[in-house]
């Protein structure tokens, strides 16, 4: 085995914690959340991974407060899911692996019908919310200075809940045009206020909920930032301005930055390459209507961008050359053991995988054992990605039911 491999295979520290190899299972929305509830079947999906060796498992969306959630089958951080989720991660950490907790907030983006503080969803500004059409609820509104206070807050508490169910690590979600995406963003914040107009303006809001994470659990957790190194959307967030979100999240005291890019509500496809995920999102739809729908507008919706490996090497370099302090994770088509050498040749800290790790839950034990014969063999068809709310979740429809079971016993 080479040395990067042997570097990407070899313990090492982020922030404060110590990992046993430098392969993070990254945030994939799992499905696997009825009612907004962890049980076995989530449980199981990320015992999967821990027992196939990664450093460690990030369960996706943990919303700071129920409003931030997307749909009302996502977790929300709260005393009524405690047992749950503090027996979840002590069982995920009797395999060696940590567990990461990914915080976020939806904003505007949402389509729950079960709101607390209103009818409308918020965001920076008034706009059209294209997910909410589907549930009747195709408005948001903006965000007062008031409720950007209560915004911060559930950071806050949501932080604290973290640290005393038992998180390793805390992922702050400042991309994919979610909550704090939004501000960032010029496309969807048009405030005129202290909040709004220069990136100094926008980035207010995001800082204090840093602070506020960084000031909740102190250095008993590490807090990593996923972030976007564009919008890959007309009048969005573009590289340059990002890399100056980096800095400023450095300057902060972040302790890593994961580089991706795309958003939920604009462009999907740029965060996941290869096949377009529009075929398989109209078999999804339960209604006639909505399978129509997604047949017609599909196509337009998500774009196909060839898959390429190492798709945002180039912008995640640009980053780690700005920043000082943060430790650099890479995500973004790392499947094969050349491009893992890549990453770690080029001194990135980190590897964050999500399909491939779907295609193999037993990557990082199968690499380790094949070293450079090791190959992962998913095609980039997205399949996974179209089974977000699917019954089950998401899986890897390449594996047989057999093999499907045997990796999840």
Known sequence: MSQYLDRAFSPARLGSLQLRNRIIKAATFEGRTPGGIPGDNLYDFHRQFCEGGVAMTTLAYCATEADGRVSHDMMYMGDHIRPELSRMINDLHKTGAKVSGQMAHCGYFSKNQQLQRGHYPKGPSMQFNSLGLTVGRPLSKAMTENDIDHMVQTYRDAA?????????AIEIHFGHGYGLSQFISPKTNRRTDQYGGSLSNRMRLPLRCLDAVKSAVGDDLAVIGKMGLTDAVKGGLQLEEAVDVAGMLDQAGIDGLITSGGTSSYNVMHMFRGTSIAGGMAEMQSSRMMKTLFKIAGPKMFREYPYQELYFLEGCKRVRDRVRNAQMIYIGGCHTMESLETVMREGIDFVQLGRA?????????????SGKQYVNGCT?????????EAPGGPRCPLNSDSVAEEVTL
Do not use: Q, S, W
């Not at 604290?160 to 390793?168: P, T």
């Not at 790790?357 to 199968?366: F, S």
């Open 160 to 168: 604290l809940f973290m640290k005393e169910v038992g998180f390793d």
């Open 357 to 369: 790790l779907i295609k193999d839950p037993a990557y990082v034990n199968h690499a380790v054992a």
């Open 380 to 388: 980039h068809c997205n399949r996974c990605v179209t089974m977000i």
